[in-house]
């Protein structure tokens, strides 16, 4: 009895040795050829000679919410996006939007109607031709409210669309027509002197409606009801793992495009991601596929691997324009012009940001990078401060109410906000309390006004000032400040209507000093584009959103 | 024994019941939305996309809809993920936590039994000492800090193995070491403490007394006898492992299941949490029922069935 029962615990324990072997054996089979192939590329790669070795690798951290543009809504969406999908215009080298899937692009006087000729070549990666009814019903697709498409709203400038995605108004009446297969007309609420920008973001892209309507799960993986109509294709989707994309051989301008092939590798750890560039696994660390990590960019700086570029974003400070003390605009000056920004962008964030003294970034608005204060002045911010009391009936500044700074879990903004915080105490005399919460539970916080001060940054999603200054049009949205002017939404409107662009940029000048004036928000500095790539990939294009296009890329 | 098996069957469906409902309620307690953005959604799409997943019904509603789908095994879609579901997130992601858990488990089992036989073998000698000193660094170090170690040794100071990816053999052989660091020096002290009180026993002189080699004494008395506390401790190993693969993957980059398990809750996606949490609580609950009843395989002092009777 006994022996049997020995020799059966030594099975068991057998069993699942062998159990364990098996298992690893089975990955070892399935992934030793992969990787003989990659280990080949990435030391060609490193070696950099090899001029026919057209294969750019990076990382781009995550999952994408979704690959079909009418839902698409984050960054890592859109990096891939930008690759495969291409839209009536396509920003170009310089930055500026050019013809892509139009060919002939005509304006009327007031600028409410576009015409656009799609261009007779172009072609979707099955080779169906790209038609003008796929730019309708893909526009359409999005603003149908149970598509629930949660950037809808970025089609809002087309005629009714608003009211058809709200559900108040028709579909049918979405100011989006396709006279013929190669004429799209379109008309807009307001003339939209940026439209042509527009044109080229993503929820604007085509989807081949023959295949959407007879599959509605066609973006749901990689294969042949998945077609683009971009520079390159999506040869595979492994979830949460890698994309694949290859040239389009049906592309209008394939000969532009030089890579052989893309491969983007989801590593959500951006040390990892570094360390496997540094080993020449990838072409390109940091923004804006991956992130680089904030303690290795001193080095980076160093050794003067480090790229950057100004990008269009403002990370600010809200502050609740309903609640004491901040309702008072001497107060919020005081916090405001505390805050010595060139410290912050010196010892804490370090990637080469730029100390923000507007709400609008400088890549639109170039004298911004002046701003308008002082990037730190004690004095004018003790003056504030004293004033602020006064007319808020205090007697001192103890006797203000409790101060707290609200931001959401992340090292990086928690040592701002530290060093926020030191400032207030040395150049006010101010104690203030750090609050932080993760961040779906902080961005209920600010939206129902339960916050004093709050972080929060906005990234550009077209290359227009409005961008920036409608956040702070209405009451409510994202408008956490609750702040309102009159006058600075109807400079708002009044530019929406304004054709002429000097006058129109004048106008939003003039609505961002009101701004400015009144700080609602105290801008702390503009974001930037920091990463390490291979020295031989050339003619990546980065626009001034910080988006990135490959369709020209190539390795020397 | 069948009895008894039914029997823990049974508790083992209450318990997921209880976990089932406890996780439900403290995820719906818990602040935020999944949908909830920098800027706000237009309230119908907002009102639409609750519809869809059927987040407008009262709690209580949604609550017994999700009973009847755990039972029916169907997670429904992801909320963060369009196009995929739960279940298919579950079963790309499980096999390859999978295969990574058992590497670790077969590396942390296999070095430490040795490590802590070695070390018990040769009490109080340099052996024992080394073996020691390894466990306590073993324990001492987390996992996360040892995988960005051995990272930086391996792969990028010698350059022997790849830093991170999930691709062929020579991909899984630093997440599995770093994975198993922690165990296989809970094992090797296991293995030793216990050893050393088996070599102690009486029918461990008799053995000797009567001439059997002590490699045949080693073996088949005393490793034998002193397995008993490692194999208890397999339970609450092959939990830690999957729970604790979440920092791994991450740092290595590989697409398992440990990854959803964390990423889900900060991105309040419902379905995954629920999903994820009731296909890991099964998990564990079946690797429990399989350790205790090889426990009693290898001990016939424990009887299972006489339980029933305290």
């Known amino acids: 009895m006994k022996k049997k029962l020995l020799l059966f615990s030594i099975l068991l324990v057998f069993s699942v040795i062998l159990a364990a072997c098996g298992g690893d054996d089975d990955s070892g089979e399935e992934g030793t050829s992969d990787n003989s192939g990659d280990n080949g590329e990435s030391t060609s790669d490193n070696g950099g000679e090899s001029s026919a070795e057209q294969v750019f690798k990076a990382n781009i951290a995550s999952e994408p919410f979704s690959l079909n543009p009418s839902l698409a809504n984050d960054a890592t969406s859109s990096a891939v996006l930008l690759q495969t999908f291409e839209g009536l215009t396509r920003i170009g080298p310089e930055g500026e939007p050019q013809e892509a899937m139009a ?33 309708e019903y893909a526009w359409k697709w999005a603003l149908d409210p149970n598509n629930n498409s949660q950037y809808a709203y970025q089609l809002y400038y087309v005629k009714n669309a608003e009211a058809a995605n709200t559900g108040e108004g028709n579909l049918e009446d979405v100011g989006v027509t396709a006279v013929d297969e190669q004429t799209l007309e379109v008309e807009l609420e307001n003339p939209t002197p940026y439209f042509l920008e527009l044109t080229a973001f993503y929820t604007y892209f085509p989807v081949n409606s023959k295949i959407a309507k007879e599959n509605e799960e066609w973006y749901a993986d990689a294969g042949e009801n998945y077609v683009s109509n971009g520079p390159f294709k999506m040869t595979e989707w492994s979830h949460n793992d890698s994309i694949t994309l290859e040239p389009n051989e049906e592309y209008w301008d394939k000969d532009a495009v030089k890579l052989d092939r893309i491969e983007f590798a989801m590593i959500n750890d951006f040390n990892t991601e570094l360390n496997s560039f540094k080993q020449g696994e990838f072409d390109w660390a940091g923004s804006p596929f991956g992130s680089l990590p904030t303690e290795a960019i001193p080095s980076l700086k160093e050794d003067g691997s480090l790229n950057v570029e100004p990008i269009a974003g403002t990370y600010w400070y809200k502050f609740h324009t309903e609640k004491e003390p901040f309702n008072n605009v001497n107060i919020r000056k005081a916090f405001a012009y505390a805050i010595d920004r060139q410290g912050i962008v010196e010892n804490i964030t370090k990637a080469g940001q730029v100390p923000a003294m507007a709400a609008v970034p400088p890549t639109m608005f170039s004298d911004n990078e002046e701003g308008y204060f002082d990037a730190v002045n004690i004095e004018k911010a003790k003056e504030h ?7 808020l009936g205090y007697d001192s500044v103890e006797d203000m109410p409790a101060v707290t700074l609200s931001y959401n879990t992340s090292e990086s903004h928690a040592k701002i906000a530290q060093a926020i915080q030191d400032m207030w105490k040395e150049n006010l005399g101010v104690e203030v309390e750090l609050s932080n919460a993760e961040w779906a539970v902080y961005i209920d916080q600010l939206h129902q006004g339960d916050y004093q001060i709050g972080r929060m940054g906005w990234l550009g999603d077209f290359n227009d000032p409005i961008n920036f200054l409608e956040l702070y049009k209405e009451k409510g949205g994202n408008n956490d400040t609750r702040w309102h002017s009159e006058e600075f939404a109807s400079l708002l409107e009044e530019s929406q209507t304004e054709t002429d662009s000097e006058k129109r940029t004048e106008m939003l000048k003039e609505a961002e000093g009101i701004l400015m004036d009144e700080m609602p928000i105290a801008p702390i500095y503009f974001y930037t584009n920091a990463w390490v790539q291979d020295e031989n990939l050339k003619d990546v294009v980065m626009s001034g959103l910080g988006d990135v296009q490959l369709k020209w890329a190539h390795f020397e | 024994m069948l009895k008894y098996i039914g029997k823990r069957l049974l508790y083992m469906v209450l318990t997921l019941w209880v976990i089932v409902t406890v996780t439900f309620f403290l995820m719906r307690a818990a602040p935020g939305s999944p949908f909830s953005g920098e800027k706000e959604l237009p309230p119908a799409i907002q009102a639409n996309l609750e519809a869809y997943y059927g987040l407008d019904k009262s709690l209580f509603m949604q609550y017994v809809d999700y009973l009847i789908s755990v039972v029916k095994w169907d997670f429904g879609p992801s909320l963060k993920y369009k196009g995929q579901s739960v279940n298919d997130l579950i079963s790309e992601g499980f096999p390859v936590s999978f295969a990574l858990g058992m590497e670790a488990i077969f590396l942390a089992l296999a070095l430490g039994v040795l490590l802590g036989a070695v070390a018990a073998l040769r009490h109080n000698k340099w052996q024992d000492y080394t073996a020691m000193i390894i466990a306590v660094l073993g324990i001492s170090v987390p996992s996360f800090i040892m995988a960005s170690g051995l990272q930086y040794v391996l792969a990028i100071k010698w350059s022997v193995l790849p830093v991170a990816r999930w691709e062929s053999f020579a991909h899984t052989i630093l997440p599995a070491l770093a994975l198993a660091s922690t165990p296989m020096a809970f094992i090797a002290r296991l293995t030793r403490s216990s050893m050393l009180e088996v070599i102690g026993n009486d029918y461990i002189k008799t053995a000797k007394s009567k001439g059997l080699n ?30 604790g693969s979440f920092v791994i993957e991450k740092i290595f980059g590989i697409p398992g299941l440990g990854m959803h398990f964390v990423t889900s809750i900060t991105n309040r996606d419902y379905s995954v949490i629920m999903g994820v949490t009731v296909f890991f609580s099964v998990l564990l609950l079946v690797s429990i029922l399989l350790v205790d009843i090889a426990y009693s395989l290898i001990d016939p002092r424990i009887k299972l069935a006489d339980k029933k009777g305290e």
């Open chain 1, 103 to 135: 060919s002939e692009i005509e304006t009327s006087d007031d600028l409410k109607k576009y015409t656009f000729t799609i261009r007779e070549d172009a072609k979707w990666s099955n080779g169906d031709p790209v038609t003008a009814q796929d730019f």
């Open chain 1, 385 to 391: 401060l004293q004033k602020g009391i006064e007319e």
């Open chain 2, 214 to 243: 002590s490699t045949e004494i080693t073996v088949r008395h005393t490793i034998r006898n002193a397995m008993m506390p490692v194999v208890s401790y397999m339970g609450p190993l092959i939990s830690a492992i999957l729970t």
